[in-house]
């Protein structure tokens, strides 16, 4: 135990240090340890700002169905119907709750991406001089969001929505939108205008997957 | 000197045998439950021809497992996982069976990341802890402690450390989402629970909107979230504050699990309390309530002790 005891008892502080460190939100200190950041977090990976803040929003995908041929489309939105049957199911509303993290979780992805790739955009145009993003740092935005797997994930959801609303998905293809309906600000609680809605991601038209 | 003491104490025997094993079958029913409640759209979250494109699994793939393998095969996988769970229920195979089970459950987590929250992460964090705790003090088909009395002291320091480490982890939970929130404008000027209750994925009930729209119970609702983060990690070491902060805390997580619909989360928060009390209190506790239910209904229910036998030392070890 002589032996065992201070490997142990290092092996735990040495542990929590580093999972205090590296979980604390950016910092001078922790930003010294960005790498060794990045593979602790690849293998314990954990983050703890629960609703801070909380978002303003709710969250709209549309799927915007365009005939290859005749170039009609017929949109269809499919958040507000799944979390409308979830609060109407709750407390028993788990297939409902699966779906809602499926897609609000692709949609945050693509959210969370789309603003640290504007933000490195910005700081690149800055450091080239440029005053503003211009248009081929946004489409280049695009295409990488839709190369990555959030997107993809909602991608492959458009067949299943294509086959509900009874759509060839051979003939047709899709566009997402993603956008925000903001809440009135505490203080227009009361207020009875309609909400404001924001698109804040528009994919190009993109064949159905599935 | 009085620290050094202290360490050796935690060698000297188990204090949280009893909550261990009682987390030990919470973990189990609450896993049980989960893919009980998947169980239809297994083939949508694991499977290979789900919509949900796939992000490899950590661990699997260093061990040679592709993740395209592991997707084509969930269902062995899922089945194996079931297994690894009942195994645990009844404390077979212990310390291996609880590696076994974590390494299944961050593999699974890692299949489909889009489902989790933060109740899923503290979980798969307890868990790895408590593949060092022996949690087979209670219900497991065999309770026992090793006759080697190194093997014995490290069994009791690896209990005792595991059941520290859940506990500082969640106390740093709470720390640094206050710390997160308090950064925030809309904790900081005590309006935060009106947007947390109107937005519709979280809309519990349909009173959220009417208490979204009550100035006073918003802001008293969003001080207390935060005044219970900020302060708990502090007071919950205190024996004369404890409990008063971990019903605060059992409150707040109540009023979540009803007006937001998170529900596996707040229950494995409150469940993680637990923790913040030792055999002695939880005996003297159930002791109460037990005299008191065979005094009001009659029966002759037997008491902590009666019920939990000296455990048996393993002869050979």
């Known amino acids: ?210 | 000197m009085a620290l050094f003491k202290y360490l050796i104490s935690l060698e000297e025997k188990n204090r949280y045998s009893f909550y261990l094993a009682v987390f030990r079958i919470f973990v189990c029913f609450h896993l049980i439950k989960t893919i009980l409640f998947q169980w239809a759209y297994l083939d949508i979250l694991y499977g290979a021809n789900s919509f949900v494109s796939p992000v490899p699994t950590f661990i699997t793939e260093l061990l040679g497992i592709p993740t395209h393998f592991l997707r084509e095969h969930y269902q062995w996988f899922i089945t194996a996982y079931l297994l690894i769970i009942v195994l645990y229920l009844f404390g077979i195979g212990k310390h291996f069976t609880a590696l076994l089970l974590f390494l299944c459950y961050e593999t699974l987590q890692r299949m489909c990341n889009l489902v989790l929250n933060g109740g899923d992460n503290l979980m798969k964090f307890i868990m790895l802890y408590m593949v060092f705790a022996d949690s087979y003090q209670y219900f497991s088909i065999k309770a026992g402690q090793f006759k080697n009395q190194t093997l014995r002291r490290l069994s009791n320091l690896g209990s005792n450390l595991c059941v520290r480490a859940i506990t500082l982890h969640f106390c740093m939970i709470y720390f640094w989402s206050a710390w997160h929130k308090i950064h925030a404008e809309v904790w900081f000027n005590g309006v935060a629970t009106y947007y947390t209750f109107s937005i519709g994925r979280f809309k519990g009930t349909p009173w959220n909107d009417f208490l979204a729209r009550n100035g006073v119970f918003v802001t008293i609702s969003t001080y207390f979230t935060l005044i219970v983060e900020v302060y708990f990690p502090v007071l919950v070491w205190f024996k004369k504050t404890r409990l008063v902060v971990v019903l605060c805390g059992i409150a707040l997580h109540l009023g979540i699990y009803v007006f937001m619909m998170i529900y596996g989360f707040e229950i494995i928060f409150i469940m993680t309390y637990g923790f913040f009390f030792k055999d002695e209190e939880w005996q003297a506790f159930l002791n109460k309530l037990i005299s008191r239910i065979n005094h009001k209904a009659r029966w002759k229910l037997p008491t902590f002790a009666e019920f939990h036998p000296e455990p048996q030392v393993y002869a050979g070890r």
């Open chain 1, 1 to 210: 135990m002589n032996i065992l005891r201070p490997i142990i008892y290092l092996a735990f502080i040495s542990y929590f240090a580093a999972t205090f460190l590296f979980t604390m939100p950016d910092n001078y200190i922790n930003l010294q340890f960005y790498h060794q950041q990045q593979v602790f977090q690849q293998w314990l990976f954990q983050r703890w700002g629960f609703f801070a803040p909380p978002p303003n929003y709710d969250e709209r995908l549309y799927y915007e169905f365009r005939d290859k041929l005749t170039h009609q489309s017929k949109t269809f939105e499919v958040m507000e119907p799944i979390v409308a049957l979830k609060q109407q199911k709750a407390p028993f509303n788990w297939h409902e709750d699966i779906v809602d993290y499926l897609l609000s979780g692709s949609m945050t992805g693509i959210g969370d991406d789309l603003h640290d790739m504007r933000q490195d955009l910005i700081y690149r145009n800055k450091q080239a001089g440029k005053s503003a993003t211009d248009t081929s740092g946004e489409r280049m935005l695009r295409e990488t969001i839709q190369h990555g797997i959030s997107f993809q994930t909602l991608r492959n959801y458009a067949a299943i929505v294509a086959q509900k609303n009874r759509l060839d998905t051979a003939r047709h293809e899709v566009r997402l939108i993603l956008s925000h309906v903001m809440l009135p600000k505490f203080a227009d609680r009361f207020s009875t205008k309609p909400r404001r809605e924001e698109a804040y991601f528009i994919s190009d038209y993109v064949t159905l997957n599935r």
